[in-house]
């Protein structure tokens, strides 16, 4: 079983920072790709970032390119998002998600295992 577990969320002022990181058990976590997603209320889930199994090949939304990183320590079984200049609509509750495969994808349906979710509040 595959557990996943977000941190790092929280409410921030429009132009802010937050680092979010997702703890992965129960699998060998550098085999696998790992991605971000987020959904905000009345809307639906969409992709924001993923990486490789190595961390070699990272995308990105459009929509975060140049604002958000993802990152991996496989070391620590751990991915991270960090989030720069934020924006009201970056609100939303971000998960992670495992990908049983090494290479990344932008489609929730490659994904296999999913974390509960961080809220992330920005606030104008």
């Known amino acids: 079983q595959v557990q996943l577990a977000e941190s790092g969320g929280g409410l921030v002022q429009a132009g802010g920072s937050l680092r979010l990181s997702c703890a992965v058990s129960?699998?060998?976590?550098?085999?696998?790709?790992m991605g971000w997603f987020r959904q905000a209320p009345g809307k639906e889930r969409e992709f924001v970032a993923a990486?490789?199994?190595?961390?070699?090949?990272?995308i990105y939304a459009d929509s975060v390119k140049g604002r958000f990183t993802i990152s991996r320590d496989n070391a620590k079984n751990t991915v991270y998002l960090q989030m720069n200049s934020l924006k009201p609509e970056d609100t939303a509750v971000y998960s992670c998600?495992?990908?049983?495969?090494?290479?990344?994808?932008?489609?929730?349906?490659?994904?296999?295992?999913w974390g509960q979710g961080t809220q992330v509040t920005v606030s104008s």
């Open positions: 990486i490789s199994s190595g961390g070699g090949n990272t």
């Open positions: 998600a495992v990908r049983l495969t090494s290479g990344v994808s932008y489609y929730s349906s490659g994904y296999r295992y």
């Open positions: 129960g699998r060998t976590f550098n085999n696998y790709a």
